[in-house]
């Protein structure tokens, strides 16, 4: 099973996926099946910063699009809550970009302190497991652990209490929120705020990310993906949203909660043992490979990473991704979360290995995306995570990944070298708050960071473009893209280790191809040649198939 790890090596891969970025203003044009679109993940509603990034598609998160926070009792909208996810669905549609919701449980602090005072009759199930009790961490045979506790429980769901088959007149409470939402985004809902005017339609939902960390959900994987009742309905929150959705807004897509890569990367590590009867060497320099920029999910010896992958940790890790694709009826697009894995190719050829073993032929996007550091014990350099971000999106595109997700769209802390970055730094939000009226200019001049200019140089020169091919050698990597009249070329490319090369010019410069623009990966302008040889700072280079006009210099148009 880990023949992904190889596949690509010093061979051309042909992808024939299209990728279509620069879409109009109006936000009328969206891709098709098999179309690629650059999107931000984003809960500040700040539509106009998303959209001038190039991103069309702006994923609504985080604690406010919890059902604990827009029902406060479980059953009725909280006038303020909704309203401020209105707002952002509004401003998202006003500036021409789709909405990604997702919407979650909850059951930490509000419900916990809010309107209902006996827990017995909370919607969620905030039982406690622990490793010491006489459940020894288990619920249902199923490993859940200690719960986690301190501001970190803000962010974790629990499973709802009641769940049911959801037919007519016997439906959950989670069912009726879930329905709620989908109804009141789906296009014909009157806006409370804007007499004459409906609310804008959503048309992508979603529901707790990351299922397979015991962070955000306390529960087990058959309460989440669901188990059969006696009448063999399949009962579970992931179903019952999906049903919901369905039933109030047919058009509208579901998608996965997503699971995270380290994870992912676990997992292969798993197989890999499994084939080869115990934890070499080699699966243990597989391992450190992959996690190469996070250090902490490395190991020293065969025999720590052996336990580790033996651990209840992964063990449910591992049952949650089986799970996720056998729940493949309940999901319309498949995707995933990536910080600190490095194997792109291999992450995603993975999920093509099991989407193929289960008969699955749907969309992949990847929600969550930028690159991270070891996030306990240091942070990198702006422009390092400007650089890894860019190969982590076009690595995926290349693999046909509709969507790119950047997150999070405003950095988590305020410092210019953030173990977890964002395209804007925190002060933004506070800013704009007593600056209502700064232009995007200032704000990308004083909170833009040099990601946020990695991530506009791609939606800036991919537009209309469709992957034509790219080949990997080693550490190296040259991908080609090609607009959709074959007037343009856009060569990228970079390698990890200086002794893996790849001649850009076998593969860039042909059939009457010529090199306009030269671009280092923020924007910057080096000219206009081929590169002889690459080095571990991504470049761009533009191509077109006569001289004609330039191109105009992409830093002009960034910030």
């Known amino acids: 099973m880990w023949l992904w790890t190889k596949t690509h090596i010093g061979k051309v891969a042909l992808v024939a996926s299209v990728c279509l970025l620069g879409l109009p203003v109006d936000g009328k044009s969206w891709p098709e099946t098999g179309e690629l679109i650059f999107a931000a993940s984003v809960g500040q509603g700040q539509g106009d910063l998303v959209r001038d990034s190039g991103a069309r598609l702006t994923n609504i998160c985080g604690p406010s699009a919890g059902w604990d926070v827009l029902m406060p009792d479980g059953r009725n909208f909280d006038a303020s809550a909704i309203g401020y996810i209105d707002k952002m669905v509004i401003d998202a549609d006003e500036k021409g970009l789709k909405v990604l919701l997702r919407v979650q449980p909850g059951g930490g602090a509000p419900w916990s302190f809010k309107a209902i005072s006996n827990r017995s009759l ?49 439906t959950s409470p989670w ?47 058959a309460e989440y993906f669901g188990r059969p009742d006696p009448k063999g309905a399949i009962i579970g929150l992931l179903p019952t949203l999906y049903r919901a959705v369905k039933a109030a807004n047919p058009d509208a897509k579901v998608i996965d909660g997503g699971f995270v890569c380290y994870n992912v990367g676990w997992y292969m590590v798993y197989e890999m043992a499994q084939e080869q009867g115990a934890v070499t060497k080699e699966v243990l320099a597989y391992n450190n490979r992959y996690f190469r920029y996070a250090p ?147 704000l990308q001049q004083q909170f833009g960071t040099l990601l946020l200019k990695s991530f506009k140089l791609l939606t800036m020169v991919l537009s209309d473009c469709r992957v034509e091919n790219y080949v990997l050698n080693g550490d190296a ?53 081929i590169p002889s040889s690459l080095s571990t700072t991504p470049f761009v280079l533009v191509l077109q198939r006569s001289l004609g006009a330039k191109p105009v210099p992409i830093e002009a148009a960034l910030y």
């Open 122 to 170: 909370l919607p969620v199930d905030l039982t406690e497991y622990s490793d010491a009790g006489p459940t020894k961490g288990y619920k249902d045979g199923e490993y859940l652990g200690p719960k986690v506790g301190g501001l970190a429980a803000i962010d974790t769901s629990f499973p709802p209490r009641v769940l049911t088959d959801d037919t007519p007149g016997n």
């Open 175 to 221: 069912y009726d929120f879930c329905y709620a939402i989908a109804s009141r985004y789906n296009g014909t809902t009157p806006d409370p705020r804007r007499p004459g005017k409906y609310l804008p339609k959503v048309e992508y939902f979603s529901t707790v990310g990351e299922m397979d960390t015991l962070h955000y959900w306390y529960g087990t994987s």
């Open 296 to 442: 902490i999910h490395t190991f020293p010896f065969p025999s720590s990473l052996a336990a580790w992958l033996d651990s209840p940790v992964r063990q449910r890790s591992r049952l949650f991704i089986d799970k996720c694709f056998e729940s493949q009826n309940f999901w319309d697009i498949f995707c995933f979360h990536s910080y600190e894995d490095y194997l792109m190719h291999d992450t995603i050829g993975f999920f093509k290995s099991k989407m193929a073993q289960y008969g699955i032929d749907k969309p992949i996007w990847a929600r969550e995306l930028t690159a991270v550091n070891d996030l306990f014990s240091s942070s990198q350099p702006e422009s390092d995570t400007a650089a890894r971000t860019l190969k982590k999106f076009v690595g995926s595109f290349a693999e046909g990944v509709q969507v790119c997700t950047v997150a999070p769209f405003v950095a988590i802390g305020g410092t210019s070298e953030l173990a977890w970055p964002g395209l804007y730094r925190s002060g933004l939000l506070w800013y704009r708050l007593f600056n209502p009226t700064a232009s995007i200019s200032t």
């Open 477 to 529: 990597a040259l991908y080609v893209f090609t607009n959709s009249s074959r007037t343009k070329r856009v060569a990228i490319g970079w390698t990890e280790n200086p002794s893996d090369q790849i001649a850009v010019a076998d593969h860039a410069a042909t059939e009457g191809f010529r090199p306009v623009a030269l671009y280092d990966h923020l924007g910057n302008q080096q000219g206009a040649s």
